[in-house]
Protein backbone atom coordinates (compact mmCIF):
# COMPACT_ATOMS: atom_id res chain seq x y z
CA UNK A 1 0.00 0.00 0.00
CA UNK A 2 1.15 3.41 -0.60
CA UNK A 3 2.54 5.54 2.00
CA UNK A 4 -0.37 7.99 3.48
CA UNK A 5 0.53 11.22 4.78
CA UNK A 6 -2.37 12.61 5.53
CA UNK A 7 -3.11 12.23 9.41
CA UNK A 8 -5.90 13.16 12.05
CA UNK A 9 -4.13 15.16 14.98
CA UNK A 10 -6.98 16.72 17.58
CA UNK A 11 -10.18 15.81 15.21
CA UNK A 12 -9.12 17.83 12.15
CA UNK A 13 -7.59 16.05 9.32
CA UNK A 14 -4.35 17.16 7.55
CA UNK A 15 -2.73 16.47 4.67
CA UNK A 16 0.50 15.89 5.75
CA UNK A 17 1.79 16.50 9.25
CA UNK A 18 4.12 19.89 9.01
CA UNK A 19 2.92 23.00 10.29
CA UNK A 20 4.42 26.58 10.07
CA UNK A 21 5.19 27.17 13.75
CA UNK A 22 4.31 30.67 14.62
CA UNK A 23 6.29 33.48 14.22
CA UNK A 24 7.80 35.35 11.15
CA UNK A 25 6.85 33.02 7.89
CA UNK A 26 3.10 33.12 9.45
CA UNK A 27 2.90 36.97 9.92
CA UNK A 28 0.77 37.41 7.12
CA UNK A 29 -1.97 36.04 5.10
CA UNK A 30 0.38 36.34 1.74
CA UNK A 31 3.07 34.51 3.50
CA UNK A 32 0.60 31.68 4.41
CA UNK A 33 -0.99 31.24 1.40
CA UNK A 34 2.76 30.92 -0.19
CA UNK A 35 3.44 28.30 2.66
CA UNK A 36 0.15 26.27 1.42
CA UNK A 37 1.10 26.41 -2.03
CA UNK A 38 4.72 25.28 -1.33
CA UNK A 39 2.79 22.24 0.58
CA UNK A 40 2.44 22.74 4.29
CA UNK A 41 -0.02 20.94 5.46
CA UNK A 42 -0.93 23.62 8.31
CA UNK A 43 0.14 26.89 9.23
CA UNK A 44 -0.13 28.31 12.62
CA UNK A 45 -0.69 32.46 12.57
CA UNK A 46 1.95 35.00 14.45
CA UNK A 47 0.64 35.29 17.68
CA UNK A 48 -2.12 37.76 17.75
CA UNK A 49 -3.41 39.90 20.47
CA UNK A 50 -5.25 43.19 21.85
CA UNK A 51 -2.59 45.03 23.24
CA UNK A 52 -0.26 47.06 20.71
CA UNK A 53 3.19 45.89 20.21
CA UNK A 54 6.29 48.04 19.50
CA UNK A 55 8.84 45.76 18.73
CA UNK A 56 13.08 47.39 19.48
CA UNK A 57 14.61 49.10 17.52
CA UNK A 58 17.07 47.20 15.04
CA UNK A 59 17.10 43.35 14.20
CA UNK A 60 14.73 41.30 16.05
CA UNK A 61 16.30 37.93 14.91
CA UNK A 62 19.61 36.77 14.12
CA UNK A 63 21.43 33.46 13.69
CA UNK A 64 24.38 32.09 15.17
CA UNK A 65 27.10 30.09 12.93
CA UNK A 66 29.93 28.16 14.10
CA UNK A 67 33.19 27.28 12.21
CA UNK A 68 33.71 23.95 11.75
CA UNK A 69 37.71 23.86 12.58
CA UNK A 70 37.85 26.05 15.41
CA UNK A 71 34.22 25.82 16.86
CA UNK A 72 34.29 29.41 16.45
CA UNK A 73 30.08 30.94 17.50
CA UNK A 74 29.35 33.99 16.00
CA UNK A 75 26.51 36.09 14.38
CA UNK A 76 28.58 37.67 12.16
CA UNK A 77 27.59 36.51 8.37
CA UNK A 78 30.80 34.24 7.13
CA UNK A 79 31.69 31.79 4.33
CA UNK A 80 31.87 27.98 5.15
CA UNK A 81 29.84 28.28 8.89
CA UNK A 82 26.88 25.68 9.90
CA UNK A 83 23.81 27.33 11.43
CA UNK A 84 24.02 26.74 15.56
CA UNK A 85 20.53 28.67 16.57
CA UNK A 86 18.48 31.12 15.76
CA UNK A 87 18.16 34.00 18.75
CA UNK A 88 15.21 36.71 19.03
CA UNK A 89 13.80 39.81 20.68
CA UNK A 90 10.53 39.42 18.61
CA UNK A 91 7.42 40.31 20.40
CA UNK A 92 3.79 38.56 19.26
CA UNK A 93 2.18 40.34 15.47
CA UNK A 94 2.46 44.21 15.53
CA UNK A 95 -1.28 43.93 14.06
CA UNK A 96 -4.18 44.21 15.46
CA UNK A 97 -7.30 41.63 15.59
CA UNK A 98 -8.64 44.07 12.97
CA UNK A 99 -6.41 43.44 10.56
CA UNK A 100 -6.00 39.73 11.20
CA UNK A 101 -9.75 39.10 11.17
CA UNK A 102 -10.68 39.46 7.22
CA UNK A 103 -7.80 37.97 6.53
CA UNK A 104 -8.41 34.60 8.26
CA UNK A 105 -11.75 34.63 6.61
CA UNK A 106 -9.81 35.01 2.85
CA UNK A 107 -6.89 32.12 3.61
CA UNK A 108 -9.68 29.49 4.11
CA UNK A 109 -11.85 30.62 1.65
CA UNK A 110 -8.34 30.01 -0.49
CA UNK A 111 -7.44 26.69 1.39
CA UNK A 112 -10.52 25.33 3.18
CA UNK A 113 -8.37 21.59 3.34
CA UNK A 114 -5.16 23.34 4.93
CA UNK A 115 -5.13 23.50 8.88
CA UNK A 116 -5.45 27.05 9.76
CA UNK A 117 -4.66 27.43 13.59
CA UNK A 118 -5.28 31.19 15.02
CA UNK A 119 -2.35 31.61 17.60
CA UNK A 120 -3.20 34.01 20.35
CA UNK A 121 -2.26 35.85 23.54
CA UNK A 122 -3.67 37.91 26.24
CA UNK A 123 -2.56 38.49 30.52
CA UNK A 124 -3.62 36.57 32.78
CA UNK A 125 -4.46 39.32 36.01
CA UNK A 126 -7.84 39.79 36.01
CA UNK A 127 -11.05 38.55 34.18
CA UNK A 128 -11.17 41.34 31.79
CA UNK A 129 -7.71 39.97 30.68
CA UNK A 130 -9.48 36.48 30.76
CA UNK A 131 -11.82 37.93 28.63
CA UNK A 132 -9.79 38.99 26.38
CA UNK A 133 -8.47 35.62 25.25
CA UNK A 134 -12.47 34.80 24.74
CA UNK A 135 -12.34 37.78 22.42
CA UNK A 136 -9.24 37.00 20.54
CA UNK A 137 -10.82 32.83 20.65
CA UNK A 138 -14.04 34.13 19.28
CA UNK A 139 -12.66 36.60 16.41
CA UNK A 140 -10.65 34.16 14.98
CA UNK A 141 -13.08 30.92 15.00
CA UNK A 142 -15.67 32.97 13.89
CA UNK A 143 -13.57 33.61 10.90
CA UNK A 144 -12.72 29.89 9.73
CA UNK A 145 -9.61 29.24 12.09
CA UNK A 146 -8.92 25.42 12.74
CA UNK A 147 -7.77 25.61 16.04
CA UNK A 148 -6.46 27.96 18.87
CA UNK A 149 -2.80 27.60 19.98
CA UNK A 150 -2.92 29.30 23.42
CA UNK A 151 0.55 30.91 23.39
CA UNK A 152 1.94 30.79 27.35
CA UNK A 153 5.42 30.51 26.30
CA UNK A 154 7.07 33.71 24.92
CA UNK A 155 9.93 34.14 26.97
CA UNK A 156 10.74 37.75 26.43
CA UNK A 157 7.14 39.63 27.86
CA UNK A 158 7.73 42.07 30.90
CA UNK A 159 4.42 41.62 32.30
CA UNK A 160 4.06 38.91 34.99
CA UNK A 161 0.56 37.62 33.77
CA UNK A 162 1.60 37.39 30.30
CA UNK A 163 3.49 34.68 27.84
CA UNK A 164 5.84 32.24 29.48
CA UNK A 165 4.78 33.44 33.17
CA UNK A 166 1.38 32.28 32.38
CA UNK A 167 3.33 28.85 31.21
CA UNK A 168 5.23 28.81 34.48
CA UNK A 169 1.72 28.63 36.56
CA UNK A 170 0.16 25.25 36.51
CA UNK A 171 -2.95 26.89 38.14
CA UNK A 172 -2.90 30.26 35.71
CA UNK A 173 -2.48 27.30 32.70
CA UNK A 174 -5.79 25.91 33.47
CA UNK A 175 -7.60 29.50 34.66
CA UNK A 176 -7.19 30.44 30.75
CA UNK A 177 -7.41 27.62 29.09
CA UNK A 178 -11.04 27.09 30.80
CA UNK A 179 -11.94 30.59 29.47
CA UNK A 180 -10.87 29.86 26.20
CA UNK A 181 -12.73 26.26 26.56
CA UNK A 182 -16.04 28.51 27.43
CA UNK A 183 -15.93 29.74 23.95
CA UNK A 184 -14.12 27.73 21.86
CA UNK A 185 -15.95 25.18 19.10
CA UNK A 186 -12.79 24.11 18.39
CA UNK A 187 -9.39 22.15 19.15
CA UNK A 188 -7.70 24.23 21.98
CA UNK A 189 -3.65 23.83 21.66
CA UNK A 190 -1.51 25.02 24.38
CA UNK A 191 2.01 25.97 23.63
CA UNK A 192 4.07 25.57 26.92
CA UNK A 193 7.97 26.86 27.32
CA UNK A 194 10.14 24.90 28.38
CA UNK A 195 11.74 26.72 31.46
CA UNK A 196 10.38 25.46 33.77
CA UNK A 197 11.15 22.56 36.66
CA UNK A 198 8.71 20.44 35.18
CA UNK A 199 6.85 20.82 32.11
CA UNK A 200 4.49 17.59 32.77
CA UNK A 201 2.63 19.62 36.10
CA UNK A 202 1.77 22.42 33.71
CA UNK A 203 0.82 20.03 30.84
CA UNK A 204 -1.31 18.70 33.16
CA UNK A 205 -2.71 22.25 34.29
CA UNK A 206 -3.41 22.59 29.63
CA UNK A 207 -5.28 19.29 30.20
CA UNK A 208 -7.43 19.87 33.16
CA UNK A 209 -8.51 23.09 31.13
CA UNK A 210 -9.75 21.48 28.48
CA UNK A 211 -6.72 21.34 25.86
CA UNK A 212 -7.08 19.10 23.54
CA UNK A 213 -3.44 18.92 22.69
CA UNK A 214 0.27 20.19 24.22
CA UNK A 215 2.30 22.32 21.54
CA UNK A 216 6.30 22.51 22.96
CA UNK A 217 8.59 23.72 22.77
CA UNK A 218 8.80 27.52 21.81
CA UNK A 219 12.38 29.17 22.05
CA UNK A 220 14.38 28.24 25.30
CA UNK A 221 15.05 31.83 27.29
CA UNK A 222 18.87 32.45 26.08
CA UNK A 223 21.39 35.77 25.62
CA UNK A 224 23.17 36.41 22.57
CA UNK A 225 27.04 36.20 22.78
CA UNK A 226 29.80 38.75 23.56
CA UNK A 227 31.96 40.14 20.66
CA UNK A 228 35.17 39.15 22.38
CA UNK A 229 36.69 42.45 20.15
CA UNK A 230 34.37 45.29 20.86
CA UNK A 231 33.27 43.80 24.26
CA UNK A 232 29.34 43.89 22.93
CA UNK A 233 26.54 41.82 23.15
CA UNK A 234 26.33 40.58 19.22
CA UNK A 235 23.00 41.90 19.56
CA UNK A 236 22.06 45.04 21.27
CA UNK A 237 20.20 48.42 21.37
CA UNK A 238 22.57 50.88 22.83
CA UNK A 239 24.61 48.58 24.49
CA UNK A 240 21.51 46.98 26.09
CA UNK A 241 19.87 43.62 25.87
CA UNK A 242 17.36 41.46 27.24
CA UNK A 243 16.31 37.48 27.56
CA UNK A 244 15.55 36.34 24.12
CA UNK A 245 14.57 32.97 22.85
CA UNK A 246 16.81 30.11 21.28
CA UNK A 247 15.41 28.26 18.57
CA UNK A 248 17.58 26.12 15.40
CA UNK A 249 19.24 23.03 15.49
CA UNK A 250 21.01 23.75 19.03
CA UNK A 251 17.24 22.91 20.57
CA UNK A 252 16.51 19.98 19.13
CA UNK A 253 17.81 17.71 21.47
CA UNK A 254 16.96 20.03 24.68
CA UNK A 255 12.72 20.15 23.05
CA UNK A 256 12.94 16.44 22.88
CA UNK A 257 13.85 15.66 26.34
CA UNK A 258 10.86 18.01 26.92
CA UNK A 259 8.96 16.03 24.60
CA UNK A 260 9.34 12.58 26.06
CA UNK A 261 9.11 13.62 29.93
CA UNK A 262 5.20 14.56 28.46
CA UNK A 263 4.09 12.24 25.84
CA UNK A 264 5.45 9.51 28.69
CA UNK A 265 3.27 11.26 31.38
CA UNK A 266 0.49 11.42 28.80
CA UNK A 267 0.66 8.26 26.20
CA UNK A 268 -3.11 8.82 25.00
CA UNK A 269 -2.91 12.86 24.77
CA UNK A 270 -2.05 14.58 21.56
CA UNK A 271 1.24 16.80 21.01
CA UNK A 272 2.65 18.94 18.60
CA UNK A 273 6.60 19.00 18.48
CA UNK A 274 8.59 21.71 17.74
CA UNK A 275 12.50 23.07 17.90
CA UNK A 276 15.31 22.55 15.38
CA UNK A 277 13.38 20.70 12.80
CA UNK A 278 14.86 20.99 9.10
CA UNK A 279 14.45 17.91 7.26
CA UNK A 280 12.57 14.40 7.63
CA UNK A 281 15.31 12.74 10.56
CA UNK A 282 14.62 15.89 12.17
CA UNK A 283 10.62 15.67 12.81
CA UNK A 284 11.38 11.74 12.95
CA UNK A 285 12.68 12.09 16.59
CA UNK A 286 9.17 13.72 17.71
CA UNK A 287 6.74 11.40 15.99
CA UNK A 288 9.04 8.44 17.66
CA UNK A 289 8.14 10.12 20.83
CA UNK A 290 4.58 10.26 20.36
CA UNK A 291 3.42 13.85 18.54
CA UNK A 292 1.17 13.56 15.80
CA UNK A 293 2.35 16.82 14.05
CA UNK A 294 5.68 18.64 14.12
CA UNK A 295 5.93 22.51 13.51
CA UNK A 296 9.24 24.63 11.88
CA UNK A 297 9.98 27.94 12.37
CA UNK A 298 13.63 28.97 12.47
CA UNK A 299 15.02 26.79 8.93
CA UNK A 300 11.62 27.64 7.46
CA UNK A 301 12.92 31.66 7.88
CA UNK A 302 16.04 30.84 6.64
CA UNK A 303 14.40 29.47 3.33
CA UNK A 304 12.33 31.66 1.43
CA UNK A 305 10.73 33.09 4.27
CA UNK A 306 8.40 30.47 4.29
CA UNK A 307 10.83 27.07 3.64
CA UNK A 308 9.21 25.91 0.09
CA UNK A 309 12.12 23.23 0.09
CA UNK A 310 12.23 22.32 3.60
CA UNK A 311 8.60 21.54 3.39
CA UNK A 312 9.22 19.63 -0.08
CA UNK A 313 12.18 17.72 1.79
CA UNK A 314 10.04 16.75 4.72
CA UNK A 315 7.81 15.44 2.45
CA UNK A 316 10.20 13.53 0.10
CA UNK A 317 11.50 12.40 3.29
CA UNK A 318 8.67 10.98 4.93
CA UNK A 319 7.63 9.11 1.85
CA UNK A 320 11.29 7.51 1.54
CA UNK A 321 11.06 6.45 5.45
CA UNK A 322 7.87 4.90 5.39
CA UNK A 323 8.76 2.83 2.58
CA UNK A 324 12.49 1.69 3.53
CA UNK A 325 10.57 0.73 7.00
CA UNK A 326 7.49 -0.76 5.50
CA UNK A 327 4.49 2.15 7.44
CA UNK A 328 1.84 2.83 5.48
CA UNK A 329 0.59 5.96 7.79
CA UNK A 330 1.98 8.01 10.70
CA UNK A 331 -0.34 5.34 13.12
CA UNK A 332 2.62 2.86 12.30
CA UNK A 333 5.54 4.71 14.02
CA UNK A 334 3.87 7.70 16.31
CA UNK A 335 5.51 6.64 19.75
CA UNK A 336 7.30 3.59 18.74
CA UNK A 337 10.18 4.74 20.71
CA UNK A 338 8.30 6.63 23.45
CA UNK A 339 9.29 3.73 26.18
CA UNK A 340 13.15 3.60 25.27
CA UNK A 341 13.66 5.87 28.00
CA UNK A 342 14.07 4.99 30.93
CA UNK A 343 15.67 5.65 34.57
CA UNK A 344 19.32 5.73 34.71
CA UNK A 345 19.48 2.86 37.01
CA UNK A 346 17.60 0.41 34.22
CA UNK A 347 20.73 1.25 31.34
CA UNK A 348 22.77 -2.39 31.31
CA UNK A 349 25.71 -1.89 33.06
CA UNK A 350 28.90 -4.36 32.32
CA UNK A 351 28.41 -5.84 35.63
CA UNK A 352 24.62 -5.37 37.32
CA UNK A 353 25.70 -5.97 40.96
CA UNK A 354 28.19 -3.29 41.01
CA UNK A 355 25.48 -0.52 40.37
CA UNK A 356 24.96 1.39 43.58
CA UNK A 357 22.90 4.17 41.97
CA UNK A 358 24.51 7.02 44.68
CA UNK A 359 22.24 5.79 47.60
CA UNK A 360 24.94 4.21 49.63
CA UNK A 361 26.12 7.35 51.88
CA UNK A 362 28.97 5.56 53.09
CA UNK A 363 32.15 5.39 50.73
CA UNK A 364 30.11 8.27 49.12
CA UNK A 365 31.19 10.95 51.96
CA UNK A 366 34.49 9.37 52.16
CA UNK A 367 35.23 9.84 48.95
CA UNK A 368 36.80 13.01 49.27
CA UNK A 369 38.86 12.88 52.47
C1 LIG B 1 11.63 35.48 15.29
C2 LIG B 1 10.75 34.51 16.01
C3 LIG B 1 9.48 34.89 16.41
C4 LIG B 1 8.64 34.02 17.07
N1 LIG B 1 7.38 34.41 17.41
C5 LIG B 1 6.54 33.54 18.03
C6 LIG B 1 5.20 33.91 18.31
O1 LIG B 1 4.73 35.01 17.99
N2 LIG B 1 4.42 33.00 18.95
C7 LIG B 1 4.86 31.77 19.30
O2 LIG B 1 4.11 30.97 19.88
N3 LIG B 1 6.14 31.38 19.04
C8 LIG B 1 6.97 32.24 18.40
N4 LIG B 1 8.25 31.85 18.08
C9 LIG B 1 8.72 30.49 18.48
C10 LIG B 1 8.59 29.48 17.33
O3 LIG B 1 7.24 29.29 16.97
C11 LIG B 1 9.20 28.12 17.72
O4 LIG B 1 8.53 27.62 18.85
C12 LIG B 1 10.70 28.20 18.05
O5 LIG B 1 11.37 29.07 17.16
C13 LIG B 1 11.37 26.83 18.00
O6 LIG B 1 11.29 26.27 16.70
P1 LIG B 1 12.54 26.26 15.67
O7 LIG B 1 13.67 25.57 16.36
O8 LIG B 1 12.03 25.53 14.45
O9 LIG B 1 12.87 27.69 15.39
C14 LIG B 1 9.11 32.72 17.40
C15 LIG B 1 10.39 32.33 17.01
C16 LIG B 1 11.21 33.20 16.31
C17 LIG B 1 12.60 32.74 15.89
Known sequence: MAAQLATTFTGLRFENPFLLASAPPTESDSNIMRAFDAGWGGVVTKTIGLHPVVNVDGPKTKFLRATPESGHLSMQKRPGTALHSSWNWELISDKPLDWWVPRISRI????????????????????????????????????????????????????????????????????????????????????????????????????????????????????????????????????????????????????????????????????????????????????????????????AMLDHAIGPNIIASLLSGMREAMERHGWTSLDDFRGIRRDRIVTHSRIRRPDAKAYHGGYEAEGYAAADR
Open 108 to 299: KQAHPARMLVASIMAGSGSDEELRHWQTLATACQNEGADALELNLSCPHMDRTDMGSNIGKDQGLISIVTQAVAEVARVPIWAKLTPSTTDIVVEAGGAFLGGAAAVTSSNTFPSLPLVDPGTLEFEMNVDGFVSSGGLGGPAILPLSMAKMAQLTQAFPDKSFSGIGGVSEFAHALNYFLLGCGTVQVCTA
